[in-house]
């Protein structure tokens, strides 16, 4: 099975500074990662995603590292804003599974 | 942009109650998920369907639920006889093709049994 697992179910951010959310995975057969963001009331929403043949992948203000040795997952946000202010989840694709495991979440606040 | 949809936004039912939730997912997508999540808890996978037919389901996915997609645009969860503990936000999601691992997710229904 799989289990994906946050360090932190709170984050606290001053606005500006960079903040990092950290995940783990237990299944060394996943092959597809990613990010989602989760405002209240809505759906997750896509962030970004890494593959397994890569450790690190950058979109426009996130950056996602991928530790396939310690099975470890992270979550870059550069410049903080208001706006960010979400709960955060990894999820994790195993391969031959078509399903999503989500992790429990990170609930990122930011300090004005 | 194109987005998966879903109606109602909020259902309320009795218990011993068939409620049917229903998606629009993207045009042209070909999987279909149906995922849950239970207030204040991480997002649970119910089942995932292609080729009109589930592929996975989970331990959750049990003879009370149960899948169609009736037409070309429509996907739906079935539930026949609900209980308390189905209350939950369901989302649906939907993805492109085998190679797009991208799953979109729409803004979900929030089921409440009583």
């Known amino acids: 099975g799989e289990s994906v697992g946050l360090h932190l179910p709170t984050l606290s951010v001053q606005e500006g500074d960079n903040s990092i959310i950290n995940c783990a995975y237990s299944?060394?057969?996943?092959?597809?990662f990613i990010w989602y963001k989760q405002e209240s009331g809505k759906g997750p929403q896509f962030i970004i995603d890494?593959?397994?043949?890569?450790d690190k992948r950058q979109g426009q203000r996130v950056t996602v590292l991928l530790n396939k040795t310690v099975k470890h997952l992270s979550l870059q946000i550069a410049a903080t804003q208001p706006g960010d202010s979400a709960v955060y989840f990894c999820?994790?694709?195993?391969?031959?599974?078509?399903?999503?495991?989500f992790g429990s979440g990170t609930r990122l606040s930011i300090r004005p | 942009e194109p987005e998966v949809t879903q109606t109602p936004s909020h259902q309320v039912t009795q218990m011993g109650q068939e409620v049917i939730l229903r998606c629009v997912p993207i045009?042209?997508?070909?999987?279909f998920y149906w995922y849950r999540q239970i207030l204040g808890q991480k997002v649970e996978f119910l089942v995932s369907?292609?080729?009109?037919?589930?592929?996975?389901k989970s331990e959750i996915f049990d003879d009370q639920f149960s899948v169609e997609r009736p037409d070309g645009s429509n996907f739906t969860l079935k539930i026949r006889s609900t209980k308390l503990e189905d209350s939950a936000m369901y989302f649906c999601?939907?993805?492109?093709?085998?190679?797009?691992?991208?799953?979109?997710f729409g803004p979900g229904t929030r089921l409440t049994v009583t």
């Open positions: 999601a939907s993805r492109g093709t085998a190679y797009s691992y991208e799953q979109y």
């Open positions: 299944n060394s057969a996943s092959d597809y």
């Open positions: 890494i593959r397994s043949n890569m």
């Open positions: 999820a994790v694709r195993y391969s031959s599974a078509s399903k999503i495991i």
């Open positions: 045009s042209n997508h070909l999987y």
């Open positions: 369907f292609y080729n009109n037919e589930i592929s996975e």
